[in-house]
């Protein structure tokens, strides 16, 4: 029988992830597992848009500043939920394409259970049902 130590969760901070979470939490709760809360932002901004472009400086303040407000909202998410005190919870903000960046997170940190809406803003759970390869 699985016995989770380490569950990642990936969000994009939807109803449907929440409720992910949730369920994470209480998995975590009762195997006594740690969670890891993580969310993919976009590789790269859009440098152009019709006759305009941005300068490096200004793509790296939109970055760092996409960067920011998801640790908050990584922190506010957890906020809604008790049992997260009761667990150990690391959050992670990531960088390029969602299932490319969940899978890497998931090799990175010895993943041994991935919970992950099967709606949310982007359905990303149909590229990854059965995609996580096998460690020994």
Same mark, same amino acid.
């Given at each position: 029988?699985?016995?989770?130590?380490?569950?990642?969760?990936?969000? @994009? *901070?939807?109803?449907? #992830? @929440?409720?992910? $979470?949730?369920?994470?939490? @209480?998995?975590?709760?009762?195997?006594?597992?740690?969670? =890891?809360? =993580?969310?993919?932002?976009? !590789? /790269?901004?859009?440098? +152009?848009?019709?006759?305009? +472009?941005?300068?490096?400086?200004?793509? %790296?303040?939109?970055?760092?500043?996409?960067?920011? %407000?998801?640790?908050?909202? $990584? !922190?506010?998410? &957890?906020?809604? *939920?008790?049992?997260?005190?009761?667990? #150990?919870?690391?959050?992670?903000?990531?960088?390029?394409?969602?299932? @490319?960046?969940?899978?890497? /997170?998931?090799?990175?940190?010895?993943?041994?259970?991935?919970?992950?809406?099967? &709606?949310?803003? #982007?359905?990303?759970?149909? =590229? $990854?049902?059965?995609? $996580?390869?096998?460690? #020994?």
């Amino acid at each position: 029988m699985l016995r989770p130590k380490k569950i990642l969760v990936p969000t @994009d *901070f939807s109803e449907y #992830s @929440d409720k992910a $979470l949730n369920q994470a939490l @209480d998995i975590a709760k009762q195997y006594n597992a740690q969670v =890891f809360l =993580f969310h993919v932002i976009p !590789k /790269e901004v859009n440098r +152009c848009v019709a006759d305009v +472009c941005l300068g490096d400086d200004v793509i %790296r303040d939109i970055e760092n500043q996409m960067i920011i %407000r998801a640790q908050e909202d $990584l !922190k506010k998410q &957890l906020g809604k *939920f008790a049992q997260s005190q009761d667990v #150990s919870v690391t959050t992670d903000v990531g960088k390029g394409t969602p299932y @490319d960046a969940i899978l890497q /997170e998931a090799a990175d940190k010895g993943i041994d259970l991935i919970v992950i809406a099967s &709606l949310g803003r #982007s359905g990303i759970a149909r =590229f $990854l049902v059965g995609a $996580l390869p096998e460690t #020994s």
